[in-house]
């Protein structure tokens, strides 16, 4: 075989391999036509919802990666190598800021672009790799549904499905009727999949009775939160025409306990905070008249919520050459960090806004970035948005010193090396201070003859004792036989 046969397969396998990198990038949700106006301050509303369903992250060059919306290549603004994690979705907006205007309880990932309109009655969609390569490619009409209704187009079931928006999470697999016409579109994407709007055909749909008209509340919220941080929620409800209703009141469940009761006219974005981790169910009565309380509300929705455990660490750290900060999430769901702290004894460092650190994953900050050093090593932690400490490394590298059980009835030894000074009894002299200035072999030389040295006091206290008595007695004897004249009485 010829050295330039050789070097075609080599080619051809080292693209086709280059390619299969990106294979499991998809677009996976579509908002076309929001409720309302598409832009704000002339700046787009609109976005689309990438998701990397293989098993690695995806590197991405953003100074020549584009987005064909259907008049022209768009860029992705102020981001150059960036990498979407595995099995995540990223958000590409036509402007960023309106997104997050949009969506206040949005965590994921989202990136600017040059998208300034998508077409409100169908469009052709694609994602070009660095070499203008198609990596996927949609084309949607208006006919499959999210017209203003406040849906976005979802890829669900291998279908582009009209179902609430879901920016940075699963699709919703519950979507709204097909049209009463039996209409459908079809388009391709998504891995090359034929969609439809709907295959029940029209005869079926004409039969059916017609469902009543009723007032729908929905609820908008992550479906994932961490145990201690806010978790952003927001209630909206549509009336019989479904039209946004703005009177009544909600009364909020959050299944751990608390709840709370919201007029319609007070009605904005929140945050509840959940304190143990497990699976809550959210419910939202809605009441028609703020004054009236029944029992039976006029609307009524419910979501279940993951809350996790933030077991978020700093796993390792550098050397005096390169105090690099090392933090892993040792959770099996991605994590925002955005805006938790590194603090030590005086610095603090601010982890900018949409950092996501994926499951298992790890990210290494430079001390170019933190200006942090090694002195800060025994005094670094990791702080939550709430300024909560979610690790202390210190804790980690010095563990707690074990304390001696004070209520222990053992006896403590004393050494050998310095004996306790015998206390020796004053009898008729006080000891000058001097004298008591005893080394320790001074005092074991005491101890060691105290026995001997109470004898010759002993003995004298003795000898005192029995002459004081002998001479008691004998004064006793003279007085008796009247011969004691100690005292004489003088006449004058």
Known sequence: MSKKVILFFVSVVFFLGFHFAFAGLFINEIMYDLSGSDSTNNKSREWIEVYNSSADDVSIDASKWRFYDGGANRTINGEVNFSIPALSYVIFAGDKDNFLLDHPGFFGIVYDTGITSLNNTGATLKILDQDSNTIDLVTYASSQGGTGDGNSLQFINK?????????????????????????????????????????????????????????????????????????????????????????GKYFWNFGDGDSKEVNLTDSHPFTHTYFYPGDYTISLDYFSNPYIYKDIPDAFNQITIKIIGADISISKVGDEKDFFVELSNNTDYSADISNWFLVSEGKSFTIPRNTILAAKKKIIISPKITNFSITDKDTL?????????????????????????????????????IQPLLVIPILDKQIPIENLGATAIQSDVVKNNSNNSYLPILGSIIFIGASASVVYFIRQKKVILGEANDFEILDE
């Open 381 to 417: 932690k990791l702080v939550n948005s709430e300024g909560e400490v979610v690790f202390d490394y210190s804790s980690s590298v010095f563990p707690p010193v074990v304390r001696q059980d004070l209520t222990t009835t053992t006896q403590p030894k004393i050494s050998t090396a």
């Open 159 to 247: 279908e582009w499905k009209p179902a609430l928006p879901t920016p940075g999470t699963a699709n919703e697999t519950v979507t709204p009727p097909p049209p009463a016409d039996g209409s459908s579109s079809s388009g391709s994407g998504s891995g090359g999949f034929s969609s439809s709007a709907s295959s029940t055909n029209t005869s079926e749909l004409k039969t059916k009775i017609a469902e009543e008209p009723k007032i729908k509340t929905q609820i908008t919220a992550k479906t994932l939160g961490f145990v201690g941080l806010p978790l952003s929620l927001l209630a909206t409800t549509y009336g019989y025409s479904d039209e946004q209703l703005r009177y």
